[in-house]
């Protein structure tokens, strides 16, 4: 049976998110046999140094249309249902939550795949600006060659 009742939710924010209360969200259609969901955190090290803190900024707006945008090309590709999308910026300490994404669709492969997808080509299409504070200064972090490779298995 087609669900014709598909949701996209994106927000761009600083306030942290609940996984719980994002998965009973997603979790209210009983047509959906599979929930995924991905969860990004501030980690202490990167390239080789000790990270402290990590401050995101973004461009209001524009950001907003390249996730949903993303949601877009993913239903072209998989039959999913009700997909969320939540970023953060501003300075978050370690540990903390960056991202969540969370897909529904009837089969699970179908909401794994749509799942990577969006978090491969978050990591290089969304305009997001990664300023790290590490022991020896702050460092604006670039996009990473590997990031793109893995983003480039989906064209």
Known sequence: MLNTSCSTTVRVQQNDFSLADEYEKLNQDQTD?????????????????????????HY??????????????SR????????????????????????????????????????EFLIDFLKTKAPFWKLESTLEGEKWVDARDSDTKTAEQWQ
């Open 33 to 57: 046999g599979a929930v995924v969901t991905f969860i990004g955190k501030v980690r202490d090290f990167n390239d080789g140094s000790v990270v402290t803190d990590l401050s995101l900024e």
């Open 60 to 73: 209001p707006g524009m950001t907003e249309k390249v996730l949903n945008d993303l949601v877009a090309d």
């Open 76 to 115: 072209h590709r998989w039959p999913i249902n009700h997909v969320t999308i939540i970023h953060r910026v501003g300075t978050m300490a370690l540990g903390e939550q960056i991202v969540f994404i969370g897909v529904t669709s009837m089969h699970r492969q179908a909401a794994f795949n749509a799942c």
